[in-house]
């Protein structure tokens, strides 16, 4: 008959107490939630042209440090972001305004060259 000894030579991995070291589910989520939250910001900088002109001025100066100390800097930088978003479009709204002007005034100018014969609306616009 073989003996059993009393205590086991092999550790416990887990007693019981603790959970298995894995990331739960939440953290996972809140990391994904992150990274799609940076990666909108990050959209949002480089549509706007004025923020590319920034961030292409900081990556010439940055490109001589090292990579690993180059990190994005999102989180002080999203309320500027907001600004900067909403003043460019401000500034593509006014353009917008602009070129519904200046297409009605052409409409208007096409209309009134249309009842003139070809001769005359050539030389209309030759000469404007």
């Not at 990050?42 to 292409?56: F, G, H, K, P, Q």
Request: hydrophobic share 35%; net charge negative; proline share 5%.
């Amino acid at each position: 008959m073989a003996i059993k000894p009393e205590c086991s030579t092999v550790p416990a991995c887990n007693s019981g107490r603790h959970k298995p070291s894995e990331a739960s589910p939440r953290r996972t989520i809140e990391k994904r939630h992150d990274t799609q939250f940076n990666d909108t910001f990050t959209e949002l900088r480089d549509s706007i042209s004025s923020m590319r002109v920034v961030m292409a001025k900081e990556g010439e100066e940055s490109a001589m440090k090292d990579p690993q100390e180059v990190t994005p800097k999102l989180i002080g930088d999203e309320e500027a972001i907001i600004c900067m978003a909403r003043e460019y479009i401000a500034l593509l709204e006014e353009r917008n305004r602009s070129l519904v002007e200046e297409h009605t005034v052409a409409a208007r100018d096409w209309q009134s060259v249309d009842g003139l014969d070809l001769l005359k609306a050539a030389k209309l616009l030759k000469f404007n």
